[in-house]
Nanobody
Framework: QVQLVESGGGLVQAGGSLRLSCAAS????????MGWFRQAPGKEREFVAA????????YNLDSVKGRFTISRDNAKNTVYLRMNSLKPEETAIYYC????????????WGQGTQVTVSS
């Protein structure tokens, strides 16, 4: 199992930026695909972006392309999500998750970090 701890959330004005971090422990994430998800109040959790062990990136939401950047530092066992030009509708709890490269299911989750974007 991989333990994941997110940080970097907070309150930001619309148009502002935040960088979320996800620190992993328990085992190396080198062979894990790492993902970021978010869940807004009253809505279902949605997949935002993922990065494979080799750096392959997927942005699931057209709305974040060009504004969000996912990255990883395997040496630090950490994954990041840089978010620019944030919008109030992106207020949510942001979760980090991990899955072994050879499985389709994210089975390791962090506790989440709150991002609040004020208008």
């Amino acid at each position: 199992q991989v333990q994941l701890v997110e940080s970097g959330g907070g309150l930001v004005q619309a148009g502002g930026s935040l960088r979320l971090s996800c620190a992993a422990s328990g085992r190396t994430i080198s062979f894990y695909t790492m993902g970021w998800f978010r869940q807004a109040p009253g809505k279902e959790r949605e997949f935002v972006a993922a990065i494979t062990w080799s750096g392959g990136i997927t942005y699931n939401l057209d709305s974040v392309k060009g504004r969000f950047t996912i990255s990883r530092d395997n040496a630090k066992n950490t994954v990041y999500l840089r978010m620019n030009s944030l919008k109030p509708e992106e207020t949510a709890i942001y979760y980090c998750a991990a899955r072994p490269e050879w499985t389709p299911t994210y089975d390791n989750w962090g506790q989440g970090t709150q991002v609040t974007v004020s208008s």
